[in-house]
């Protein structure tokens, strides 16, 4: 017989008689660790069960007569999963429809997440392959705590539980952009001149092409050369 780590199981007298007290006795202890028809249970280890009863004899002695040692129970405890290992998980206003397992890198197989909203207590919130960041329903400016563990598929048993910390933020504004005609003797042209808001310490700009395929978000490799009689089109992202 097996448990979870951390967990009991209820051992109990299936032929108690009217009278007799049952003591338990866990192998390698002379000593009674508990008293009573049920024992739940928390260190493994093999157990059996004594009876005794009083019995007055002649002359009015009480005598304690004991039974014969019960058939003994072995219990061990079931491997726990491996600790959860995490990213926090950072996301901007609007992008919230991702699964938290994304942040979590080493599930086993055979196990599946759980979430809690406590280190050690209950209840479970929740968990599984589908269960979304926007279920915690953060706001920006106040982190959110969450605590995951993985649970045997199997034995049902759960490991230890690692902290994932979800913090949404604002999406930056817009980058306000203007057109622009260029003579063509102008040479290298400096594309980030088109947006009126940037500023080089706050924001990484990204600069598409007319297909919107990205082109760079380096924030000094923004020269192209422009060829006479010809229009362009660009994208900017913050």
């Known amino acids: 017989t097996a448990m979870c780590p951390g967990t009991t199981l209820k051992l109990q007298v299936q032929n108690a008689e009217s009278g007799v ?35 007055v004899g002649g002359g009015g002695l009480s005598v304690s007569c004991e039974s014969e040692n019960s058939a003994s129970v072995t ?6 999963p491996v600790t959860p290992t995490v990213n926090d998980a950072y996301f901007c206003r609007g992008y919230l429809n991702e699964p938290l397992d994304g942040f979590v890198t080493n ?36 982190d959110t705590l969450v605590w995951v563990a993985f649970q045997d598929n199997t034995t049902g048993c759960y490991s230890e539980r690692t902290q994932i910390t979800i913090r949404l933020t604002d999406r930056p504004v817009a980058p306000n952009t203007s057109n622009d005609n260029v003579c063509s003797s102008e040479g290298p042209y400096d594309l980030t001149t088109l947006v009126n808001n940037y500023n080089v310490s706050e924001h990484i700009l990204h600069i598409l092409d007319a297909n919107k395929n990205e082109l760079t978000s380096r924030q000094n490799v923004h020269m192209t050369t422009l060829t006479k009689d010809s229009t362009y089109r660009y994208y900017f992202v913050f």
């Open 21 to 55: 007290s049952y003591s338990w006795y866990r192998v390698g202890n002379s000593t009674s660790v508990h008293t009573g028809l049920e024992y739940d249970v928390d260190v493994p280890g093999t157990y059996y069960i004594v009876g005794s009863k009083s019995v």
């Open 107 to 142: 599930i086993p197989a055979g196990a599946t997440t759980r979430y809690f909203a406590t280190e050690t207590s209950e209840p479970l919130l929740g968990g599984g392959a589908n269960y979304l960041a926007s279920s915690f329903n953060p706001v920006v400016g106040n």
């Open 75 to 80: 219990i061990t405890n079931y491997p726990a």
